[in-house]
């Protein structure tokens, strides 16, 4: 038994932080090898009436941690006490792992996390900071789109504790992860990949096989949790992801459809007016769209009409479609915004005014007026004070608008406007690799001999190649044709 | 004419301005001050039927009558029947001669002969204003009264055979056209696409390929009628820029190809008038003083000092000067047939209380600009409000904010309107976070689709074929489980 534990001690060695990437890549293979020869029972029978886990650190020994993990989830039994242990022991594995390490048992680290995020609500544990403190240690940036990401979502939707995904729900996706090409070498998973979806693939075990719907799944659930928090900029941005998600022959999801109806009410919370298409979107896609989701395009039309009384006649008559959409606390919130919206309005034009004025302008009563004034202002959405009249009446008190003084100071406006370029530049990183990746396509490679083929119908300077290489002497033109077709 | 509102009578006399016109407008110019000016009804009816009766028009004699019966002229209702009945007879047999002889024309295939053939019948059609319209037959309004005349010219194309027998051909169409268009609005039609024949016309009058001396002389001409055309339209700013391109040669240009325009359809006066109007109500303080006080179009304002005045006026601020300058006038421009023409069809408000609003809204504009607070009631007195309701200033200015067209905000309870203070840095930076976003949006919702696409991940086809795919919901079920 003790040969098993020096096998399973012998990785890493000593001068680890030394080696070079591709002699680490073999200490691994070498190592992975002597572990898979061991029998599966080392890595549940106690040693010396102690746990294998006892003798390792995490950090350093994270692949034989994360294999005694692994087998001993499968033995546990019933035992509530076993698992609350195990559970723990998970929870330090997952905040002290490296990160380098669990890149060659991907399937396993994915296989432990759905294991926990299965037994966390059998326990009646609501704190889901595990998963994602493992995510994000795997993957800082979390930028790779993985079916954990998913299940993540699902799972704290389920248990109620939507805001534990937001760690992992506020990092953007940039990329969802694709075999490397034949064409080019492959790099080792043990080297610095500068980005995450270097190493995670569908051959490497962290995420099953996609589908789009679960993108789009994603996205959309992604976008009820913002809208609950009133992140409406965040939530647009995840409805607009559905939306625009690339279809076949013009065919829409559903999900679409429904991400369209809540993107309509968005615009309309957030802004006052129904967000401006953005223009990627395909025509033919967002027609078939907009035929079924007609109700909600009228309930726009009214809102920016700022007509309330028709507004609310359309949402009384839709209240069944509202209800099975799941949008009717949507459209009744939208139906009091507008009203706020309709008083914003008013400062556009007066700066003073009496209430007795907006009361009019309302259809309310002055003093039901006062009130509403008092709480718009009250909540923040307004920038204004009331001053009571002489006679105390609700009627002759006065509205004063203050000047639109924007709450942050130079240095926060600075430094927000920073922060913006740097999310803006470390965008740009993600945009050259999708670039550089789009260029490995055979779509493009066609694309781009057809657009040689053009003639001189073309223009010269788009057909001049600015990257072109000097000419190998012995490869003649038929040989430089075949590095383009294959 | 549903232009309502009784007039004062003008600074001008009516004899003298008459003097000015000539031709088959001067009557529709004459009935239009009779409807609008009470007090110079009869004279201009007496003139306009006198001139009417001298004329072969039957059909205008006749609306002539017809509208002094309106005015209660009793005197001057009743038509001369024998005349009326003479001068029928007589057109009927001129136009059938001159149809038979353009019949014989065309029999003989002699081009030359065909066009004078042509253009003899159109001149008929203009002077006689035209066959009557079968009542029955709603088609053939669009070939009665002046159409005709229009077409006949029109008919003369085929057979010119040099540039100066298009040019002259044109000419006459763009006459036609304006002279279609007056009657349509005082007959209480659309002249909207009588406006569009004279701008299209004008236009090929502009390059009709005659020689250099023959062109200067229809350059003038074109450019005038654009900016009426475009007068006429409500194109304010076009018609201003037209107006303003007009070469001076247009005074007194004296007839060409036998017709003056400058006495048939508007004098160099009027131009300086549709001109200095349209300018004050589009242009800027300094565009006015660059492109209309210093440009060419100098050589006509001198011809309307008054005009000139407004517009110095303007641009040195004295705005209530400048629109009571103007408003001493209202009258005289009321009273012109192109000015004083509904902006809309049947609609009340003629272009020159169009006008006169956009100026008077420009000058309140401009005089705010100059201040950070400014009592309503400062306001109301340097430019006295149009109506006499109580809330009127305040309604105008209401407005004016809602459309967007002053910066301002109304203090209603202290009547006071106020410059909203605007902190630039802040706006800048407001801006430029705002633009950033928008940045960062699209560019993660574009490469959502790129890497979507990459990674095959795109909705694939629907079995049903189009529409939407309800089945993808039902496949996602549980698998990632």
């Known amino acids: 038994m003790a040969d098993a534990l020096s096998v399973v001690l012998s990785f890493p060695p000593e001068n680890v932080a030394k080696l070079s990437a591709k002699k680490y890549e073999e200490e691994v293979h070498t190592y992975m090898k002597r572990l898979n020869q061991l029998p599966p029972t080392t890595w549940t029978k106690a040693i010396d009436k102690k746990n294998l886990l006892d003798f390792l650190n995490p950090e350093v020994n994270s692949l034989p941690y994360l294999a005694t993990l692994r087998a001993q989830t499968d033995t546990v039994g019933k035992d509530r006490k076993a698992i609350e242990h195990l559970v723990n022991q998970c929870a330090v594995f997952f905040a002290t792992f490296d990160p380098i390490q669990v890149r060659y048992l991907g399937s396993q680290w994915t296989e432990l996390v759905v294991w926990l995020l299965d037994i966390l609500p059998k326990l009646g544990i609501s704190d889901h900071s595990t998963v994602t403190t493992a995510m994000l240690r795997l993957d800082p940036t979390a930028g790779t789109f993985t079916s954990t990401h998913l299940r993540l979502l699902r799972a704290c939707l389920q248990a109620g504790v939507p805001s534990q995904a937001l760690p992992i729900l506020d990092k953007d996706i940039y990329a969802f992860p694709v075999d490397q090409r034949k064409e080019i070498p492959d790099e080792l998973l043990s080297e610095d990949v500068e980005l995450s979806n270097g190493f995670i693939t569908p051959k490497s075990g962290f995420t099953i096989k996609l589908k789009p719907e679960y993108v789009l799944e994603y996205y959309l659930l992604g976008a009820h949790i913002y809208i609950g928090r009133r992140n409406f900029s965040r939530a647009r941005l995840f409805l607009e992801y559905v939306v625009l998600h690339p279809s076949q022959q013009q065919t829409v999801s559903a999900l679409q459809v429904e991400a369209y109806k809540k993107w309509v009410m968005v615009g309309l919370l957030a802004e006052g007016k129904s967000y401006p298409l953005p223009k990627t979107h395909g025509a033919g896609v967002m027609k078939n769209i907009r035929a079924v989701a007609k109700p909600y395009d009228v309930l726009a039309e009214c809102f920016e009409r700022r007509d309330w009384r028709k507004y609310q006649a359309e949402m009384d008559a839709g209240t069944q479609t509202w209800h099975e959409d799941g949008n009717l606390p949507l459209v009744k919130e939208a139906s009091t915004a507008l009203i706020r919206y309709r008083v914003m309005d008013l400062q556009k034009t007066y700066a003073t005014l009496p209430v007795s004025r907006v009361a009019a302008y309302l259809g309310f009563k002055p003093e039901a007026a006062l009130q509403y004034l008092l709480d718009v202002i009250s909540s923040g959405h307004l920038h204004a004070s009331i001053a009571p009249s002489h006679d105390n009446s609700a009627a002759n008190a006065v509205l004063r608008f203050h000047e639109l003084t924007p709450s942050m100071t130079n240095l926060t406006a600075d430094n927000e406007l920073a922060a913006q370029t740097k999310r803006i530049e470390d965008l740009a990183t993600y945009v050259r690799d999708a670039d550089r990746r789009l260029q490995l396509t055979k779509e493009y490679v066609e694309h781009q001999k057809r657009q040689r083929r053009t003639g001189p119908d073309a223009d010269l300077a788009d057909q001049m190649d600015l990257t072109w290489d000097a000419p190998v002497p012995g490869l003649g033109e038929e040989g430089d044709e075949d590095i383009m077709a294959s | ?481």
């Open chain 2, 1 to 481: 004419m549903a232009v309502n509102g009784a007039l004062p009578p003008p600074t001008f006399d009516l004899d003298a301005w008459a003097n000015n016109y000539e031709g088959a407008l001067l009557p529709l110019r004459l009935a239009h001050v009779a409807t609008r000016c009470p007090p110079l009804a009869r004279q201009s009816l007496t003139t306009a039927i006198s001139a009417a009766k001298t004329g072969k028009n039957v059909q205008l004699y006749m609306r002539l009558c017809e509208l002094a019966g309106h005015l209660g002229l009793d005197d001057l209702r009743t038509p001369d029947e024998a005349w009326v009945s003479k001068q029928d007879e007589g057109n009927k047999r001129e136009l059938s001669r001159l149809e038979g002889e353009l019949r014989g024309y065309k029999n003989n295939l002699i081009r030359e002969s065909i066009r004078m053939g042509q253009e003899d019948l159109a001149q008929h059609h203009l002077v006689t204003g035209g066959p009557l319209p079968d009542l029955s037959n709603p088609q053939s309004l669009s070939t009665a009264g002046y159409n005709a005349a229009y077409q006949a010219f029109g008919k003369m194309r085929d057979y010119c055979t040099t540039p100066t027998h298009m040019a002259a051909m044109t000419l006459r169409l763009v006459y036609s056209a304006v002279l279609m268009a007056v009657n349509a609005q005082q007959t209480g039609g659309s002249a909207m696409h009588h406006f569009n024949s004279v701008l299209a016309n004008a236009s090929r009058l502009r390059t009709a390929g005659v020689k250099e001396e023959e062109q200067v002389k229809l350059t003038p001409i074109a450019i005038a009628m654009t900016g009426i055309a475009h007068l006429g339209q409500g194109n304010y700013r076009d018609a201003a820029a037209s107006f303003r391109y007009t070469p001076a040669e247009y005074n007194n240009l004296g007839p060409i190809h036998g017709a003056d325009f400058g006495r048939l359809v508007a004098s160099a006066n009027d131009i300086a008038i549709y001109g200095g109007l349209c300018s004050l109500a589009t242009l800027s303080r300094q565009e006015l003083i660059d492109k209309v006080l210093g440009g060419t179009f100098r050589v006509f304002l001198e011809l309307e000092p008054h005009m000139r005045k407004a517009i110095s006026l303007y641009t040195t601020a004295k705005y209530q000067a400048c629109l009571d300058t103007l408003q001493r006038y209202y009258s005289d421009w009321s009273l012109d047939v192109f000015l004083g023409a509904a902006v809309i069809a049947g609609g009340n408000g003629s272009h020159v209380d169009r006008l006169f609003a956009l100026i008077r809204e420009k000058s309140i504009t401009a005089y705010f600009s100059s201040f950070s607070e400014v009592s309503l009631a400062s306001l109301a007195s340097t430019f006295p409000p149009t109506t006499y309701a109580q809330t009127a200033m305040e309604d105008e200015v209401l407005s004016m904010i809602d459309s967007g067209r002053l910066d301002a905000r109304l203090d209603a309870l202290n009547g006071v309107l106020i410059a909203p203070k605007s902190d630039v840095r802040a706006a800048v930076h407001a801006e430029a976070k705002r633009a950033a976003e928008e940045v960062e949006r699209t560019l993660l919702l574009r490469l959502h689709k790129v890497n979507a696409a990459l990674a095959g991940l795109e909705i694939p086809r629907s079995k049903a074929g189009g529409g939407v795919g309800w089945g993808e919901v039902a496949a996602m079920g549980d698998g990632v489980y």
